[in-house]
């Protein structure tokens, strides 16, 4: 956050300042969409983007089906924008190649960083880059956008906070796979007001103690201590001339008991396991639904998310929060329907607790939500080796499911958004697809976010 002085010229100070920085400002960054919404960008206070990395529509079928028996349930399916969403990192999606062959979709696919990086910048890269374009120039995030103009920003995970999603949306890196030099980004750098996500150094998957710490995911040993102690060098977040420390928090109860009241300015939450909440716990990974018992230590997404809800909407400014059900693309290169179903269970609530904070907190003439995905991940059909729908068998009963992948696929994936704004996506998808209909490309929701708060 930064200054009411600063924020009288925010757009203009955060261009020469990303040229002075060698920053790349992608052609995309520019007001492009010169039909939008009228007053629509003095009308957007908040954005909330919610990603299921590794959905598609049969993931969704898949959850609806054993939840409810039905398809269509989620509060999200009944958003009035509802629209498809290519994925790829370098080339482009043609729906002729697409629908000419089964195997079609699984060349080419992107990864999470090159796909968060193109939401969060608008500019396509290479795989597993971080933040960066195809020469490895930094990029600039669309919340850096939202930190010019005085409002706080924050980015919440079910996986360790360091990986490839939300790491896309407030670093800059050559490699995904430089998960303390993202952390040490992430936590001294930049300006983000909330992190949370996985990557306990002393707890495994199952959230029990480890002995034989392993701080990979939050930026070493050095970084730790100091985080804990309250010593870690840190940046100016709110533009005063003083940095701004985090606070940690770790325990399921202290989550919990954050998801209401007073909350510190800054705040790091990190729970107490390894690398997910759940899909990498231990027990039979091919079990049905909830069969395997949970981790009882760890907060569920939901609750990460109101926590970062109440700390954000702390600035009267306004915020920018992404949220992602990382597992969820876990649970699909596993081939694990189960998981897959209890992953994207625990994104749905986590998207019914964004709602409800905007119809309690806000309103939906201010706040843009958008609920979408990363890629496909699994090939996950009805049939074996046939581009169909799972099918339902009833509430609670395994849909019939099939995989027909351990990758990612380059199918098309859901795009779904409500609040203020959101028509402007229906504008931006100028695309077609002989199945999934209007289409945009994942570049676009940057592209409106930026035009819509300039």
């Not at 919340?143 to 939300?166: I, K, W, Y």
């Not at 001294?188 to 959230?207: E, K, L, Q, R, W």
């Not at 749905?348 to 964004?354: F, L």
């Amino acid at each position: 956050m930064v200054s009411g002085k600063f924020k009288k010229t925010a757009t203009s100070v955060l261009l020469m300042g990303a040229m002075v920085m060698g920053l790349v400002v992608p052609a995309a960054a520019a007001p492009v969409v010169e039909d939008k919404l009228t007053g629509s960008g003095k009308d957007v206070k908040n954005v909330i983007v919610l990603i299921s990395d590794g959905w598609g529509y049969n993931q969704i079928l898949a959850t609806d089906y054993y939840n409810d028996g039905k398809a269509g349930t989620q509060r999200y399916e009944k958003f009035p924008t509802k629209l498809a969403m290519s994925t790829y990192s370098v080339g482009s999606y043609d729906p002729d190649v697409i629908w000419s062959s089964f195997d079609a979709v699984k060349s080419d696919a992107t990864d999470s960083a090159a796909a968060g990086t193109a939401m969060s910048t608008g500019s396509k890269t290479y795989d597993a880059a971080i933040g960066v374009d195809l020469d490895e120039q930094d990029l600039v995030h669309i919340a850096t956008d939202f930190e010019a103009l005085g409002r706080a920003t924050g980015v919440v995970s079910s996986v360790q906070f360091s990986h490839a999603t939300p790491a896309s949306f407030v670093a800059h890196n050559v490699s995904r796979n430089n998960y303390s030099a993202l952390a040490n980004e992430m936590l001294m750098d930049s300006a983000t007001d909330v992190i949370i996500g996985a990557g306990h150094p002393y707890y495994d998957n199952d959230g029990n103690f480890n002995s034989n710490p392993n701080f990979r995911y939050v930026g070493g040993e050095a970084t730790w201590k100091a985080l804990l102690n309250g010593t870690l060098k840190v940046a100016d977040a709110d533009g005063d001339g003083t940095p701004d420390p985090w606070a940690l928090i770790q325990l399921k109860t202290d989550f919990e008991a954050m998801q209401t009241g007073e909350t510190p300015n800054r705040l790091v939450g990190i729970p107490q396991v390894y690398t997910t909440l759940q899909q990498s716990r231990s027990g039979d990974g091919q079990a049905a639904v909830f069969e395997v018992d949970f981790n009882e230590n760890v907060p569920t997404l939901e609750v990460m998310t109101n926590v970062a809800l109440n700390v954000l909407d702390n600035d009267d400014d306004g915020f920018f929060l992404m949220v992602e059900g990382g597992a969820i693309d876990w649970a699909g290169h596993a081939n694990q329907s189960g998981r897959l179903i209890e992953e994207q269970t625990d994104f749905n609530n986590a998207v019914n607790a964004v709602c409800d904070w905007v119809q309690t907190n806000s309103s939906w003439s201010e706040t843009l939500v958008i609920v979408t995905g990363d890629h496909e991940t699994g090939y996950l059909t009805g049939t074996e080796g046939v581009y169909d729908e799972v099918v339902n068998q009833g509430a609670g009963v395994m849909p019939i499911m099939t995989w027909n992948s351990g990758s990612h696929t380059n199918q098309l994936i859901p795009f779904f958004a409500k609040g203020a704004g959101s028509e402007l996506f229906k504008k931006l998808a100028d695309q077609q697809d002989p199945v999934r209909g209007a289409y945009l490309d994942n570049t676009e929701l940057f592209v409106a976010i930026r035009s819509l708060i300039q």
